[in-house]
């Protein structure tokens, strides 16, 4: 009762209703973008929650989470061009929906099935979070460093389909997280006499760097997108034996939507493309896939809107982000002085129950939000690219700057446009960078500490129980990272000769 308490307060007592219809609707429109994801919709409005309060702010972002998803089917079906990379699955059937004169069904198959993910994501990580944070209050300064061990591991390993890029990617986010003041002796180091960089490089200048930044620079290069037609695409809402076709694809994608996001690092575009192929599997009719299933539209959605919430459940027990939009809620959390992790439920419960009935009225603007905005959606994708790239560029320089006025902070963002751009050029994983810069406080503090209480004597990370159960764990998810990569390797080589 206590926490129904809380979550009705935290909403109705402040902006956190508003900000939830409002993020939806910036969401939706990131979404329809080609290119622009959730977690560069997300970034591009992180500058500007720093002035707010805490939950208004997270609530914000989250909902921007939760409308980007549903927003990237949008020109996956009217224009074969996925919005979003989790959308790309919803593509296949959802364009051949559109040619067969279909486009309003399958948008509304699509909003539908985002809502039955939502909602079944939101129960999961309320059922499953705050236990799991329970577990971790016991955490002592050698459990929370191979705690940052694992979250590195576990993002460096299954980031990119690269270990040793997604290594190299976690080591420069390490040497990021070094610029600033020493955590224990006090001394300034790699500031290079530089004022501004004494409080260290703030995570969110990297994340809208990386993300935002970057992204700009590729789409420059890049051909435009085709453009929509208005005609013929009036949403319309499934009917009752649609609904009955519908049940099995979505109950696929909760089990595989929940799996997939709370396992860091998989994310909405594997658990889609899982989705997609394990409804045709288990379906009635899967001589439909491929040319206008119902089925292969449902089951894609639904999961990548599950991951929308279950993703979100290592990052409010642990502080591990299992994906590039937790990341960047995590850099919400930070900027407000909050770090997720269990110690959270302790301080500020209140953020954590604002959060959950912000997500619940998420995922009911989104359907409110949905029935009217397919219009300017389409209206928004045809507009000339230049256009759309200099708003975003606008908007990230005006937010950034709008943190602490420092014109500092606008160069250290735009350099970390292009390394990020460097990084894409080589097919580096943004993640394990991000985790690095964010997790590099965790790490090296804890570790030091450590050693200062065992005299220097690195055999305490073995002596605690929970310290040495989770650097087995990573461990073995680095054997099984090295394994799938010389596996696939190996398959590659057998099908070039």
Not at 410 to 437: N, Q, S
Request: hydrophobic share 50%; charged share 10%; with cysteine.
């Amino acid at each position: 009762m206590n926490a129904l308490s809380l979550a009705w307060t935290a909403t109705t007592g402040g902006w956190a209703i508003p900000a939830a219809f409002a993020g939806v609707i910036w969401g939706i429109f990131g979404g329809a973008l080609p290119g622009i994801s959730p977690s560069i919709a997300m970034a591009l409005l992180l500058p500007f929650t720093y002035g707010i309060d805490p939950i208004t702010a997270i609530v914000l972002l989250a909902s921007v989470y939760v409308g980007a998803e549903y927003g990237g089917s949008i020109p996956a079906i009217l224009i074969r061009t996925p919005g979003t990379n989790s959308a790309m699955a919803t593509t296949i059937d959802g364009f051949e929906m559109n040619r067969q004169g279909r486009a309003g069904e399958a948008l509304g198959i699509s909003l539908m099935s985002g809502l039955v993910g939502g909602l079944f994501g939101l129960v999961v990580l309320v059922l499953f979070t705050e236990p799991l944070a329970r577990v971790a209050l016991a955490f002592t300064p050698p459990a929370y460093f191979s705690l940052g061990i694992l979250g590195l591991s576990v993002v460096a390993g299954l980031s990119g389909g690269s270990l040793v890029k997604g290594m190299i990617a976690a080591i420069v986010g390490l040497m990021i997280a070094t610029v600033g003041t020493d955590p224990v002796s006090g001394v300034s180091r790699f500031t290079f006499g530089e004022p501004d960089l004494l409080g260290g490089i703030r995570p969110i200048l990297i994340m809208v760097g990386l993300f935002a930044v970057s992204e700009v620079m590729l789409q420059v290069n890049e051909p435009d997108w085709a453009k929509a037609s208005i005609r013929d695409t009036r949403l319309k809402m499934p009917s009752w034996p649609v609904w009955k076709r519908m049940a099995r694809p979505h109950a696929i994608g909760s089990v595989i939507g929940t799996i997939e996001g709370v396992t860091p690092g998989a994310g909405g575009t594997i658990a889609a493309f899982m989705s997609y192929n394990e409804a045709k599997r288990w379906s009635r009719h899967p001589e439909e896939f491929g040319h206008g299933s119902i089925e292969g539209v449902a089951a894609p959605e639904c999961a990548n809107n599950v991951v929308t919430a279950t993703a979100l459940v290592p990052l409010l027990s642990l502080g591990i982000p299992g994906s590039n939009s937790a990341a960047v809620l995590l850099g919400g959390f930070l900027i407000h002085g909050l770090q997720p992790g269990p110690m959270l439920f302790v301080k500020n419960p209140e953020v954590v129950y604002g959060l959950y009935a912000g997500l619940l009225v998420a995922n009911i603007a989104m359907v409110l939000i949905g029935l009217v905005i397919l219009t300017p959606c389409i209206w928004l994708v045809n507009r000339p690219k230049p256009y759309l790239l200099s708003f975003i560029l606008a908007l990230v320089v005006s937010g950034v700057y709008s943190i602490e006025q420092s014109f500092f902070d606008v160069g250290i963002t735009l350099v970390a446009g292009a390394l990020g751009y460097a990084m894409r050029w080589l097919g580096m994983p943004f993640l394990p960078m991000v985790l690095g810069v964010v997790l590099g406080y965790l790490v090296e503090s804890n570790y030091r500490r450590s050693l200062v209480i065992a005299n220097g004597d690195h055999i305490i990370f073995l002596q605690d129980t929970v310290s040495l159960a989770l650097l087995a764990c990573a461990l073995l998810l680095m054997g099984v990272s090295v394994y799938r990569e010389m596996k696939a390797k190996n398959v590659s080589e057998k099908a070039a000769q």
